[in-house]
């Protein structure tokens, strides 16, 4: 995003962490701004109607985080128009589109034309550790994604430092910070803190997908019921069918029927 603008700070920080509401009171209390000031509101407020480009990859993010379903289709269609890709705005939301629906090539073919934007660099860190290249995401940059790289390297004392801090800047915890926190303490096998750290976040939104496959994983980790899983499952499968976590795992299921099927014969 443009770098000569500083309004929106506070607003993006927010707006990263997932405290919605807050960012997007604060972006309310903005008045009198530049041209370039209004085009960044815009991209972090997304009007109810608009057919700009920037925006049409907005609400596709936007889509994905609430439901699951989004067409990333339009962001490529979109990125075949150097003009509008030339846009870091448009680059780091509809990366991110991409990246969430598995198509990680797209995302950083698309991150790489603006490698000096903050943005952009901190899209491109988590697509890299979405597809276990840390070594990668490191060489980007070292105090930006501190926390995410050290889970994944196994810094995970570290990171969950780092979680617990960011937590402490906000007003209260919210179910991003407490899932990354979460994950932070399943790193480091200590499962009674990650369980209260997930139920936290469960009864901040029973739904939240990240919050469901996490405590999948904890379950499982932790010898939880079978019942107890299934459960867990069957809510992560009916709040977001295209999970990562459920597609992969459908995948997998396919694959051992088809070595199973080989070995009867």
């Known amino acids: ?40 509101r815009d991209s972090l407020h997304l009007p109810a109607s608009t057919t700009s480009p920037v925006l049409q990859a907005v609400r596709q993010l936007a889509q994905q985080h609430a439901n ?41 073919r698309l991150l ?9 660099v901190c899209v491109m860190v ?3 550790l ?8 490191q060489k980007l940059v070292e105090r930006l994604a501190e926390a995410w790289v050290g889970v994944v390297r196994g810094g995970a004392r570290e990171a969950g430092y780092v979680f617990e801090e960011l937590a402490q800047a906000q007003a209260a915890a919210n179910v991003r910070l407490l899932g990354a926190q979460a994950v932070a303490k399943l790193q480091m096998a200590e499962y009674p803190e990650a369980r209260g750290l997930l139920e936290e976040a469960t009864e901040r939104d029973p739904r939240d997908a990240e919050t469901l496959a996490n405590r999948l994983v904890l379950e499982t980790l932790a010898g ?3 019942d107890q899983r299934a459960r867990l499952l069957g809510q992560l ?6 999970h990562a976590f ?7 299921e396919a694959e051992f029927d088809r070595l199973a099927a080989e070995l009867g014969k």
Do not use: W
């Open 68 to 108: 699951g379903q989004a067409d990333h289709s339009i962001v490529l269609r979109l990125a075949e128009d150097p003009a509008v890709a030339s846009s870091a705005v448009f680059a780091a939301v509809g990366a991110q589109v991409l990246a969430n629906a598995g198509q990680y090539s797209e995302a950083l």
């Open 246 to 252: 459920v597609k992969d795992l459908a995948a997998k």
């Open 1 to 40: 995003m443009p770098e000569v603008v500083d309004e929106f700070f506070t607003a993006r920080n927010l707006l990263y962490l997932g405290a919605y509401a807050q960012s997007l009171s604060t972006l309310a209390s903005l008045t009198r701004l530049s041209p370039d000031a209004q085009v960044e």
């Open 237 to 242: 499968k009916a709040a977001s069918p295209e």
């Open 224 to 226: 939880g019921a079978a």
């Open 126 to 128: 988590s697509v890299y």
């Open 130 to 137: 979405r597809i276990n290249r840390a070594d990668l995401a």
């Open 112 to 120: 790489a034309g603006h490698p000096k934007n903050l943005e952009c």
